[in-house]
């Protein structure tokens, strides 16, 4: 099975180790990462994902990133919002993605403990859900 993986920059350094994370869960679950996308932040995951998901070759997909805790509401509300685009792209091209973002609201000393559980479960998702 193929999947492709949708990674936000903002915060690279540590989305670089949840990828490589992802691309170990994956191997371990006979998964091969054959696209990985980069884009600038988790509000543009959803078009990436569109994207990727039109190809017929990629039978699943993961997001990976990062919302931090901020001083105002803008966190919880972009979280919402990619969430709810991400269970619409689901329905829509009827293959399965993982949500592997971190937050909103993490704060930085949460960060490190989360990359490779969430990374790790978000790919167990999409591999449970293609049984």
């Given at each position: 099975?193929?999947?492709?993986?949708?990674?936000?920059?903002?915060?690279?350094?540590?989305?670089?180790?949840?990828?490589?994370?992802a691309?170990?869960?994956?191997?371990?679950?006979?998964?091969?990462?054959?696209?990985?996308?980069?884009?600038?932040?988790?509000?543009?995951?959803?078009?990436?994902?569109d994207?990727?998901?039109?190809?017929?070759?990629?039978?699943?997909?993961?997001?990976?990133?990062?919302?931090?805790?901020?001083?105002?509401d803008?966190?919880?509300?972009?979280?919402?919002s990619?969430?709810?685009?991400?269970?619409?792209?689901?329905?829509?091209?009827?293959?399965?993605?993982?949500?592997?973002?971190?937050?909103?609201?993490?704060?930085?000393?949460?960060?490190g403990?989360?990359?490779?559980?969430?990374?790790?479960?978000?790919?167990?998702?999409?591999?449970?859900?293609?049984?």
């Amino acid at each position: 099975m193929n999947l492709g993986i949708v990674c936000g920059s903002f915060h690279r350094e540590e989305v670089e180790e949840m990828l490589e994370f992802a691309k170990d869960e994956a191997a371990s679950k006979n998964w091969e990462v054959v696209d990985v996308s980069w884009v600038p932040g988790s509000m543009e995951a959803p078009l990436a994902l569109d994207r990727m998901l039109q190809e017929e070759e990629i039978h699943g997909a993961v997001v990976l990133g990062i919302i931090e805790r901020g001083e105002t509401d803008h966190g919880l509300v972009m979280g919402q919002s990619v969430t709810g685009a991400v269970i619409e792209l689901q329905i829509k091209h009827n293959k399965p993605i993982g949500l592997g973002i971190i937050g909103p609201g993490a704060k930085p000393e949460h960060i490190g403990p989360r990359l490779e559980p969430h990374a790790r479960a978000a790919v167990g998702a999409v591999a449970a859900m293609s049984e």
